[in-house]
């Protein structure tokens, strides 16, 4: 595992001239964006705008047109399984295995990151998200909340340096979203890094200490949290909404 000191010379991520696109339909233009470590940053934008695009491409899932991508001080295309050892992913799939148990499968993906000796790890991970209780419990029979916890415990077993979240509070109830919050200020405090994606403003403002807008294919607003109140974002947000679905209708072949 690659201990944070050793990466203070480099950005969590490094991000220059981004390009991806879906056939003729662009999605990233241009974009350029860093990202410092213990930063927790919030990325807003409209359906479509490239969101869980960009997380792909950090994550390794997804390959750029063009551009250049660092992760932790390594260039994407030199060591793409160093990156994935140092990442973690909440995404909108949960990536689980529906007819195995909460702890077969956190044992799964302890070998798949090759942990040594994990159950205790896996112990931990399941008392971190509050499902102990479950370990036996087969996915399929969670609910939709419990299931998000699962994936969070997932994201989390390797004690990866970036955490890359896509929309993980949507349909959670407010016990598991205080929890989830919870979580995310003691990774924050431990120096690690966050990026995370949001619809909810509200939400995002909360927990976030920097936001940014994605519009056009590139990084349109960049701020810190502390310059904003709920109300003024709220507008600049229509604003950059508005702008990036006039951009989408021009991109329509």
Not at 13 to 29: A, T
Not at 91 to 117: I, P, V, W
Not at 165 to 187: C, I, S, T, Y
Request: hydrophobic content about 40%; glycine content about 10%.
């Amino acid at each position: 595992m690659v201990d944070v000191k050793e990466e203070r010379d480099a950005h969590a991520i490094k991000v220059k001239n981004l390009y991806k696109g879906f056939g003729d339909w662009p999605v990233l233009c241009g974009l350029d964006l860093t990202v410092d470590w213990g930063e927790f940053l919030v990325i807003f934008g409209a359906n479509g705008a490239g969101k869980t695009t960009l997380l792909k491409v950090l994550s390794t899932q997804a390959r750029p047109d063009r551009g250049e991508v660092w992760v932790g001080g390594v260039e994407r295309t030199s060591n793409p399984a160093a990156i994935r050892r140092m990442v973690g992913v909440v995404a909108h799939r949960g990536l689980l295995y529906e007819d195995m148990t909460c702890q077969e499968n956190l044992h799964f993906y302890s070998r798949m990151f090759g942990l040594k000796d994990s159950s205790q790890r896996v112990e931990e991970v399941l008392g971190l998200v509050g499902l102990e209780a479950r370990r036996d419990q087969k996915v399929r029979t969670l609910s939709h909340g419990m299931q998000k916890r699962l994936s969070i415990a997932r994201a989390i077993l390797h004690e990866p340096l970036i955490l890359l979240l896509d929309e993980p509070e949507a349909g959670l109830d407010q016990e598991v979203l205080e929890m989830l919050g919870r979580f995310l200020d003691g990774w924050k405090a431990k120096g690690r890094t966050v990026v995370m994606t949001t619809h909810n403003l509200e939400q995002g403002l909360a927990w976030g200490e920097r936001v940014a807008i994605l519009s056009g294919g590139k990084i349109a607003f960049d701020s810190q949290r502390r310059s904003l109140d709920l109300a003024g974002f709220r507008g600049t947000y229509r604003q950059y909404l508005s702008a990036s679905l006039r951009t989408g209708l021009e991109a329509i072949p």
